[in-house]
């Protein structure tokens, strides 16, 4: 949708005081599925989100496809029960009277997670909050929907789809979902120890795998099957989950390896919550049984004249090629040298810089000006963007346009994002790239292993097109408090003759009458 004027422009502030209504148009091509919403306040976006300000935006759809459209995903899913999930990470703390003006030292108790009093009110109010390993050190939750470690319920057998969002900025999730042992119990308030404890004793169960059908709100080409969906911050992933058996079932954000994640290795295993499962009818496989509801609900709802390809396309591995919202970007769509952005933290001087630069050369990135355009970029034309992270892994995201991952390639140049591919770079095997090769998206990890291992980049080849709207808008790190700290860049779509802005005209000189020619 449109970046300017009161449509999604995130370059206005909205003061204290000040009333503004946003109008999203939504145009009638626009994809159906999972996005979201959540304040862009340069400089306060952390500090923002991180308190809450941030929602699910459903974009639903009926088209049916035919011979010459693609159809919504939502027309072949229609009737299943649907849930979202919006995960956020509110790290409030209280703190110990300040001095001067400025915050106090954190509460925190004898373990070293956060501590409010009777009485106190937990506030996100200043950035140490954001330093390196103060979401692990925290003890808060990642809640679903605004509650903590919530339980739903749900029958054996009922394929229901999940839309979820990571509207926290704080740490990698990643997603299992595990049979719980029968009478576990699990304590009103746990400490981080006793639910680490609990996860170990009781969350046994073998992680039944999940299907991914859209990324980012976008339907991908066929469903894909997990155990563990990684979730970076900004990420969407919508999924069709069925529970084979009755009983109870853990939703754990399981440690994220390393470089793939905000916080290295660090917390460890969290419980999000649990799903109650009342005895239905039994799934002996996950797959075909998923196959055969799809498809009896293809054969219902879908027209005659596209019946037999969508029934095959299930068949053959729950593809979806009639409803995915874009088509492919072949390398001959893309005319103009690719774009080039490296993410760098300069830790050189005491004053940390976060930076952006618009090649692959360390030496050449900056922080945010909001003075200065980074980027122009051609209304009505494709480009092929190669990006990397120079120091520790950040989550690109660019407002307006998706694109489309080529490749993502390891320091050694080994392709990790096929299906089925093995990134184990990092000593670990890092689940989150496989499988994305082809696949449609608005924020992407981009991984690194420097500074620990010097020049040791992945390298993530993605192309887009910049498709109806003019304007200016951002990119930046997802990872919100370095986005307020300078992890972001200015782009604007304009038209293939330059830029038509009235600031570009200001210094020409206006035509005077006596210079008019007269024919
Ligand atoms: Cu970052």
């Not at 608005?442 to 003019?470: E, H, N």
Request: contains cysteine; glycine residues 10%.
């Amino acid at each position: 949708m449109s970046p300017s004027g009161n449509g999604d422009n995130v370059l206005l502030s909205i003061n204290p005081g000040v009333s503004f209504q946003y109008e999203y148009n939504i145009p009638g091509d626009h994809p159906s599925g999972t996005f979201w919403y959540h304040t862009h306040r340069h400089g306060s976006t952390a500090l923002q989100v991180s308190s809450g300000m941030a929602g699910a935006l459903i974009v639903r759809g009926n088209r049916l496809p035919s011979t010459t459209a693609h159809g919504d995903i939502d027309t072949l899913v229609k009737g299943m029960t649907e849930r979202v999930l919006v995960m956020q990470q509110i790290q409030y703390a209280c703190r110990e009277p300040g001095k001067d003006g400025k915050p106090g030292p954190i509460k925190v108790n004898k373990d070293g997670t956060y501590r409010c009093d009777p009485g106190d009110v937990g506030k996100i109010d200043d950035y140490d909050l954001f330093a390196p390993g103060q979401w692990g050190k925290s003890g808060r939750y990642t809640t679903l929907n605004g509650v903590v470690l919530p339980t739903f319920h749900t029958k054996q057998g009922d394929v229901e789809r999940w839309r979820m969002i990571h509207a926290g900025v704080r740490d990698t999730i990643s997603m299992t979902l595990v049979k719980m042992k029968p009478n576990a119990q699990i304590g009103a308030k746990l400490t981080e120890a006793a639910e680490e404890k609990f996860i170990r004793q009781s969350c046994t169960g073998e992680a039944i795998p999940y299907n991914l059908i859209a990324a980012d709100g976008l339907t991908m080409g066929a469903a894909q099957a997990t155990r563990v969906a990684t979730f970076q911050p900004g990420y969407r992933f919508d999924a069709l989950v069925v529970f084979p058996e009755a009983g109870r079932y853990c939703l754990i954000d399981t440690s994220s390896p390393g470089a793939g994640s905000v916080n290295g290795d660090t917390p460890g295993p969290r419980l999000m919550g649990t799903v109650t499962v009342d005895p239905g009818t039994p799934v002996p496989d996950i797959a075909t049984y998923l196959t055969n509801a799809l498809v009896a609900r293809a054969d219902q709802a879908m027209p005659p004249v596209v019946k037999p390809a969508i029934v095959a396309d299930l068949k053959a591995g729950l593809k979806f090629t009639q409803f995915t919202p874009h088509p492919d970007i072949e390398p001959s769509e893309i005319k103009a040298p690719p774009q080039e952005l490296t993410f760098f933290i300069d830790t050189s001087t005491d004053d940390t810089k976060f930076e952006v630069g618009n090649t692959l050369k360390t030496a050449d990135t900056k922080p945010y000006d909001p003075n200065r355009i980074d980027r122009q970029l051609i209304l009505g034309t494709a480009d092929e963007w190669i990006m990397q992270s120079h120091y520790v892994g950040h989550p690109f995201h660019i407002h307006v346009n998706p694109f489309q991952i080529v490749s993502i390639t390891d320091p050694s140049g080994k392709d990790v994002s096929a299906p089925g591919s093995i990134d184990d770079a990092d000593g670990k095997v890092d689940p989150q790239y496989a499988g994305l090769k082809g696949v449609w998206k608005d924020t992407l990890w981009i991984k690194s292993l420097a500074p620990k291992v010097p020049g040791a980049y992945y390298t993530v080849k993605v192309r887009t097109r910049y498709q109806r709207y003019i304007g200016e808008f951002v990119l930046h790190c997802h990872i919100l408090d370095h986005e307020d700290n300078g992890m972001m860049q200015n782009v604007a779509v304009v038209l293939a003759q330059g830029d038509t802005s009235l600031r570009a005209a200001e210094g020409a000189k206006p035509m005077a009458m006596d210079d008019m020619k007269h024919p």
